[in-house]
Each structure stands twice: as structure tokens, then as C-alpha cells.
């Protein structure tokens, strides 16, 4: 450590920072230096950061001053007075805050006078911030409130008129860009008789050394791997990796630089996942604990859809650590339309429903939040919600009933502090709804940027703003190519360009972004005496070049460096592979149930390994969600439909007797009967949809009845006929749509399709699939044909064939050849379904195999099959 921090932080003196990371670090840094030199004991050094140190003196001062709002408090007051100003619905009013926010500190530290904002104003954005500005002065004048942005120029009176203490010594460190308003502090401190001083930058000549790589991957895992190499040299060694990327790609770059630490870290021990330590946190609302209890909190005052309520029942936040019996409930919902479901919806939903003990729990959950948004008052002060959410969130054992991890720990004391700053909101927010504050708490938390302090890693992974300030032994800073370095200037959007130019404001002129960068990557040069800079040839597909501002440090030119590879690579090829010995599948055992239904005996002959699969181990596809009623649900309503409205079995001639006035009253009872389970639990969008469903019900089942009455006679004799079907010691169980009754006295086995018009033969004259003909094995009694009845609201088609010829003239004579040979071709299938045949159809298309590759290895064996 330098002996400057020493000198500034003994005697008294203060070391004000340009953020807390660097406070946090030189803290470090004075103790370990004090322990180096034998002390057991010393002062604590003040070492602050800036805007802490200006708050403390404000709050010190007897003088009676005006009241400080936090940053969450002045974005509510810019809000509303974003909002007077605006003459149409603003449609990000959070964005446009934080740049009307930014930019108030801007002019703030600029000394710019708002009545040159307003002249200099020329677009409409510019006008309104303008206008909104002076209401913000305005509102915090009538109120005797300030706000950070004036901190600085308030703290700088002060000292002028004597009434805060001056330190006999102060020392500043990490400011790249003295704005003018903390140079005026400063100065001012100094005409007071304070010694101000700033780091001097490490002598004599670097080490520095320009790499390139292929990609930005190669870049960052041989960053990992120098560091390990610099610390075998030094174990004690202080080693950083720069990154200007960290906050767009900071998970992914920790962990490729981490491969290079560490490599094996994947199946090594907490020492080597912790091997990097990454100075950039996430928003708060990422954190998967505060996204469940955002979305807890938004349900007391909002439907959740199906998307939502899934997260609610697959954590372990919230109600116990098991979720087995939550998982089925989840399944359940899938099989119903989406909408959107209240706590007390959902309670009905499950009600009188067998559940396991954990969805039980999670029911009662739900029902203190319905008692929760039944018992809330319209509104109150933002303390009492503060509390109220506290909690409601205990009574839902969250986060969880495990013991805290201290990285856990640190996001729960967070979490309650963002709870004490809603609360803080009452200076400005009297009152709210419910909704109000849990969307404010969710603000807050979006704009919060939190990392749990853990044990410092070996390697220390900063952003080039983070590092200001810091000294290394080593550093590597890397992404310095053209696109990336220097970074895309981003001037105020709100103020015009001529008065950014006039104050040179940052990011005002190409030079100056230029120049800003240029300081920033010398500052990064001169914070160690080993350096290595390093950019990638391609990073996301695209081409790059060196920045221009490493050409002074490419002297000797760059060296072309060599990508490490994943530590996984050494074992390709390492070991002789084995051939598993033989477990075949064992045949069907007694008494087993062949799930799947006819369909199983279709997979048997198209791909055997997915009978097997679907069939006896029980795989299951997952429901997919749709918005509104999905295909199968919209097809599942109309079977529904057509089995009540032929459940008692009527003949062509009874159909055909029907009067318009009976056909309608029995078309209209099948429908509502079909929409009824959807339609008790069913929001106010659902029922909509419902109802525009009815109508499409009723059109189409008139249609089918027209078109039932232009066949040949028939009389319907069993519909939705469950069926249970053994052969070769295989048992199926699966339900038939509809069998009828033909004049001649056999039956015609008939399936409703209600997707795109299926035929039921090919050209050959063989079945598509073998679900008819599995029928015909099943029932008793002599079949006459088989049937599918395209039903779609465009038209009804018959696709089918049989011994009289009705759609097939030319099949009826080869008839019971037909059905004969169909027989005997079910009676293989299912007799290698009995001896456990499961193997597999490596002619398939690759994509009608891949839901099941996970169990099959498909592709693999098709590469070895090529």
C-alpha cells in the first residue's frame, strides 16, 4: 500500500472516494497495513465515500436546513412533475425520470442556470424537461426540501460561512472527472486551510504488453490463466482483470475468466467458484427470492397469469422446500385456458380437489393473500404497507424455511431496507393504494443494484469506471478494440447539444468522449507496474480492430496470444470407450398397463424405442400454454359437444324428425354442457372468449347435423365407448368417439378429428395409422367400416371406407382382405410390444426423434450409423 493513504488518513484526515467500492478497499487496505506493522490496535480511518460524506455533514450542522429527499423520493417528485408537463400519456415515465434525474445532476455539477436550459430548448423533449425542471425547483422550494443533486453546492456554503468543521487534511481518490462543482468544494476546502491532496500516479515504466486473440472468449480465459500464472509467481500478489463489457456480459465473463483461474472449477470446491470476485452486482429485482415476493405482492392487487402463478408454485421461497404436490397443481393448470387468475380463483379452483400435503400448504398461502386484498384498506401511509408486506411475507414463510446462507442473509437485510425507504416515501407520498406502493417497492428494486459482500477472491474483476482509484500489482485490461473502447458516448438527451457544448458537459463533443477515454485507460495503465492490454479479432460474428488509443502501447506491436481451451478439452480422447453390457427391455409383465392407448401400437411400428418410451415408462409431453383456448382445448370442446349431443344414441331417422326448435335446444344444451368446466372459474376476458367459442360450437354442430343427415342410414350405438384391450399379454385401455349401427347389422368405428382434415388410407390403400384398425380388433361384433370425420368450421368431410362403398367404392369389395391384413399387422405390433421391443428407427427425420434423444442417444447413433 502507498504511504500517501497513511499520511492522509492518520492525524485526523479524511479520504473522501469516488465510490463505495474504493472506500470498502482502502478500509482493507490501511488495516492490513496497520497489521503488517505489528499494530494490535488503531483508529478507525474516515475514509468515505463522496456523496455519504456530504449527507453526514448536512445532517450534522445545528443550523436548520432544508430536508434532504432520497434518490427514491425525488424520482416520485420528478414523476409528477414529468407528468404535469407532458400533453399525452407518457408511455416510459420510469426512463424518461432517471434521464430527467441525470440530467438535473448534470446541470447541478456544471453550475448551468435552468433559464439557459429553457432559452436554448429547440425539441419537444427538451422543452418539457425544461418546463418540468423549473416545477421540480419550484416543488422542492414551496416544500423546504433539497436532493443530492444540490448537495454538493449546499455543503460548499457551508464550509464558506463557517458552519461545518474543516479537516486539517483531506485527501481524494478515484475521480477521473472533477466536475465543477466538487472542484469549487475542494477549493474551497483549501481557502479554509485544509491540506487537499490526490494520489500521485505509481512511478517509473510499466510493463506493458498488447495481446490479441481470435475472440473475445480466447481473450478472457487466457486472462484467467495469466493471473494464475502472476500468482504462482506471487501468491500474494493483488491481481485485477479490467472488463468494459462487465455490465452487459459480467456472468459470462466472470466465468470464462474464472476457467482460466481456475480450470476445473465446475467440479472443484467453493474456493474455486469464488476464485474471481466481480465488482458488479445485478438489480435487485433479478435476484429469483425478490422476483417471488414482487410477484406475491403484485397479486393482491392483480390477476397473475399461468406464466406467473407457475414461478409461484415451483419455488421454494415461499411455502416449504417440497414441491411435488405444487408441480401436479401446476400440471393441472396447464390443462385449462389461461387467464387471469386472482388468489381467490385459484382457491376455488382446487377446492374439494385431492392434493399433497405440500399444495395444501401452498393453498392456505394463497388464501391469507386473498385475505390479505380482501382486508386491505383503499389506502394508507407507506410505513403501514411497508409493514403490511413485511408481514404477509413471514405468514408465507419467505424466503424460505431453510437456514440463510450469508449471501442469502445480505439480500433479506437489503430487501428490508428497500422496505424502510418505501416507508421514507411518506414526505412525498402521504398515502397510496396498495398498487401504488407495491409498485414503487418494485421501482425501488429495479433500480437498486446489489452484490452480497463475500470473501475476496484471488482475482479481482472490475469495470474500467470501478477500478478508479485502485492499485495493483498486475492488471490485464481487456476488450480494447475499436467498437468497444472507446465506449459510445452518451451526452444528455434532455438539454440541448449547444448548451452541453457551451459548459463542455461530458460526452458533449467526440473530442471529449475521446479525450475522457484516453485519461481513463492511462489511469488503468499506471495502476500497476505489470500491465498486460488485450483485444479480440471477432467478438458476436462481426470483425474487429485495435482501438486507436492503444497505439501508443503497441510499440513492439501486439502478440498474437494463444486461447487455453476449457480445462474439459484434456479429457476428449483420454480414455478408451467401454460398450455397456446388454440390458434389454424386459416383456411385458402381468397385470402391466400399456399407457398411450391405440396410439402406442402406431409407435410400435413407425419407431419402436417411442412405444416403449410412451408406453411403458410413462413419458409424458408437458401441456403447452396458450393464450386463450389452445387447439387441443378448442378440439376437446367439440368432442365434448358431439357426445352429449348424441349420448342417447339416436338413428339418422330420429335426427332427421328433430324440429328446428328441438335441434336448436339440443345443439345449445350439448354446447353449454361442453363449456361448463371452463366457464364457473372463468375472468371476464375468458368468458368472452367463451361465448365467441359458443357461437363457433353452435354454426359447427349445426353443420355436423346437416351433413349426418346426407349419409347413408345409420343408428348411433355407443359414443365416447371406453374399451379395454388385451392381446399377447399386452392390456391398452383407450375410448372410442362413436360406433354405429349399419342397416346390415355390422359397425362402422368412426373418430372425430377436429384440427387439419386427416384422410384415413394412402394411395396404396394402407391406414395412415393403425388407430381404426386397433378399434377393430377391439370391439365385438362385425365390423362394416371404419370412419374419420373431419369436423372444422369450414366444412365436414368423411373420410373412411368399408364393405358398403359409402366413401370408398372402389375398397368395398377388398374390404375384409383390408381389414384382415390391418388385423394381423396390429397383432405384430402388439406381440413386439409384449416381448419388450424397443428399438430404434434411425431412418426418422432427426426432428420427430429429438423429444426423446435425451433417452435414446438418436443422434449419436446416427452419427455412428454414418
Request: a negative charge; one cysteine or more.
Amino acid at each position: 500500500m502507498d504511504q500517501w493513504l497513511t499520511d492522509a488518513a492518520e492525524n485526523n484526515g479524511i479520504v473522501i472516494t469516488a465510490s463505495r467500492r474504493l472506500a470498502r478497499v482502502l478500509i482493507a487496505e490501511f488495516t492490513e497495513q496497520q497489521l503488517a506493522i505489528g499494530h494490535s490496535a488503531w483508529h478507525s480511518p474516515n475514509i468515505r465515500f463522496l456523496d455519504e460524506w456530504l449527507s453526514s455533514l448536512v445532517n450534522s450542522t445545528p443550523q436548520r436546513l432544508p430536508m434532504t429527499l432520497n434518490g427514491h423520493a425525488s424520482s416520485v417528485v420528478w414523476e409528477r412533475c414529468l407528468k404535469l408537463q407532458a400533453d399525452d400519456q407518457l408511455l416510459n415515465i420510469g426512463g424518461l425520470v432517471r434521464q430527467a434525474k441525470q440530467s438535473w445532476q448534470r446541470l447541478h455539477d456544471w453550475h448551468v442556470p435552468l433559464s439557459e436550459v429553457s432559452s436554448t430548448a429547440r425539441s419537444k423533449d427538451e422543452q418539457l424537461f425544461a418546463a418540468a425542471a423549473h416545477k421540480y425547483r419550484a416543488t422542492l422550494a414551496e416544500n423546504n426540501w433539497t436532493d443530492g443533486a444540490q448537495l454538493a453546492g449546499l455543503v460548499t456554503s457551508l464550509i464558506e460561512k463557517g458552519s461545518v468543521p474543516v479537516p486539517g487534511r483531506f485527501a481524494y481518490a478515484g475521480f477521473d472527472r472533477l466536475v465543477p462543482a466538487i472542484e469549487k468544494l475542494f477549493a474551497v476546502l483549501a481557502d479554509a486551510g485544509c491540506q487537499v491532496s490526490e494520489p500521485e500516479s505509481i512511478d517509473g515504466d510499466a510493463d506493458v504488453l498488447l495481446m490479441v486473440f481470435d475472440n473475445v472468449q480466447a481473450e478472457l480465459r487466457a486472462a484467467g490463466g495469466w493471473a494464475r500464472r502472476e500468482l504462482a509467481e506471487n501468491p500474494g500478489a493483488s491481481i485485477g482483470i479490467v472488463s468494459p463489457s462487465l455490465e452487459r456480459e459480467g456472468t459470462a465473463s466472470e466465468r470464462l475468466i474464472r476457467e482460466g483461474v481456475a480450470p476445473g472449477w465446475q467440479y472443484g470446491g467453493a474456493e474455486l467458484r469464488t476464485a474471481v470476485n466481480s465488482s458488479y452486482g445485478q438489480r435487485l429485482s433479478e435476484y429469483p427470492a425478490i422476483t417471488i415476493a414482487l410477484l406475491l405482492l403484485q397479486w393482491v392487487y392483480r390477476g397473475l397469469s399461468f406464466a406467473e402463478l407457475s414461478l409461484l408454485l415451483r419455488t421454494q421461497t415461499i411455502a416449504g422446500q417440497e414441491t411435488t404436490g405444487r408441480c401436479k397443481l401446476e400440471l393441472t393448470l396447464r390443462r385449462v385456458p389461461d387467464q387471469s387468475w386472482t388468489p381467490a380463483a385459484i382457491v376455488r379452483f382446487f377446492k374439494d380437489r385431492t392434493i399433497d400435503s405440500d399444495a395444501a400448504i401452498w393453498l392456505e398461502g394463497v388464501q391469507r393473500v386473498a385475505e390479505f386484498q380482501a382486508s386491505a384498506p383503499d389506502k394508507a401511509t407507506p410505513a403501514a404497507w411497508a409493514e403490511g408486506i413485511d408481514g404477509l411475507l413471514a405468514e408465507l414463510d419467505w424466503p424460505g424455511t431453510t437456514t440463510l446462507r450469508s449471501d442469502e442473509f445480505q439480500l433479506l437485510n437489503r430487501w428490508r431496507e428497500l422496505l424502510n425507504d418505501l416507508a421514507r416515501l411518506a414526505i412525498v407520498c402521504p398515502s397510496m393504494t396498495f398498487g401504488e406502493a407495491s409498485s414503487r417497492l418494485g421501482d425501488l428494486a429495479n433500480e437498486t443494484i446489489f452484490q452480497p459482500e463475500s470473501e475476496k477472491g484471488v482475482v479481482q474483476l472490475l469495470g474500467p469506471l470501478e477500478a478508479a482509484g485502485m492499485r495493483f500489482d498486475s492488471v490485464w485490461i481487456s476488450g480494447l478494440d475499436a467498437d468497444t473502447w472507446p465506449p459510445v458516448a452518451h451526452p444528455l438527451t434532455l438539454v440541448s447539444r449547444q448548451l452541453q457544448r457551451q459548459y463542455a458537459m461530458p460526452d458533449s463533443t467526440p473530442d471529449d468522449t475521446l479525450e475522457y477515454s484516453r485519461r481513463v485507460l492511462t489511469r488503468l495503465a499506471n495502476s500497476a507496474r505489470r500491465v498486460r492490454m488485450s483485444w479480440p479479432q471477432s467478438s458476436d460474428e462481426s470483425e474487429n480492430t485495435a482501438s486507436p488509443l492503444v497505439a501508443e502501447y503497441a510499440a513492439a506491436g501486439a502478440q498474437q496470444a494463444v486461447d487455453p481451451g476449457w480445462h474439459a478439452g484434456i479429457f476428449i480422447g483420454s480414455h478408451r470407450l467401454e460398450t455397456a453390457r446388454k440390458d434389454p427391455v424386459p416383456a411385458v409383465q402381468k397385470e402391466e398397463l400399456v399407457a398411450g392407448g391405440a396410439y402406442t401400437v402406431q409407435r410400435q411400428v413407425t419407431h419402436p424405442f417411442s412405444a416403449f418410451a410412451y408406453g411403458r415408462l410413462r413419458v409424458s409431453d408437458i401441456d403447452k400454454v396458450a393464450t386463450g383456448l389452445s387447439p387441443s382445448q378448442r378440439g376437446s370442446l367439440v368432442h365434448n359437444a358431439l357426445h352429449k349431443l348424441l349420448a342417447d344414441s339416436p338413428s339418422q331417422d330420429d335426427i332427421r324428425q328433430w324440429s328446428s326448435s328441438e335441434t336448436g335446444k339440443r345443439v345449445e344444451s350439448a354446447v353449454a354442457s361442453s363449456l361448463k368446466k371452463y366457464s364457473w372459474h372463468a375472468d371476464p376476458v375468458l368468458r368472452r372468449m367463451l361465448e365467441l367459442e359458443r357461437n363457433r360450437l353452435c354454426m359447427l354442430l349445426g353443420c355436423f347435423i346437416e351433413a349426418e343427415l346426407g349419409r347413408a342410414s345409420f343408428q348411433v350405438d355407443q359414443v365416447e365407448h371406453e374399451v379395454d384391450y388385451q392381446q399377447f399379454g399386452v392390456r391398452l385401455k383407450f375410448r372410442i368417439d362413436r360406433i354405429d349401427r349399419l342397416p346390415d347389422g355390422s359397425l362402422l368405428i368412426a373418430d372425430y378429428k377436429t384440427g387439419q382434415a386427416k384422410n384415413l388410407l394412402k394411395r396404396n390403400g394402407d391406414p395412415h395409422d393403425l388407430q381404426l384398425p386397433v378399434y377393430a380388433c377391439a370391439i365385438e361384433g362385425r365390423v362394416g367400416g371404419l370412419v374419420l370425420i373431419n369436423i372444422d368450421s369450414r366444412t365436414i368431410l368423411y373420410k373412411g371406407t368399408g364393405a358398403s362403398g359409402e366413401w370408398d367404392t372402389k375398397g368395398a369389395e377388398l374390404w375384409p382382405q383390408r381389414l384382415a391384413a390391418w388385423k394381423e399387422k396390429v397383432a405384430g405390433a402388439m406381440q413386439q410390444i409384449a416381448s419388450g421391443d424397443a428399438r430404434l428407427n434411425l431412418s426418422l427425420p432427426t426432428g420427430e426423434a429429438r423429444p426423446l434423444n435425451i433417452l435414446s442417444r438418436f443422434e449419436e447413433r446416427s452419427r455412428g450409423q454414418r
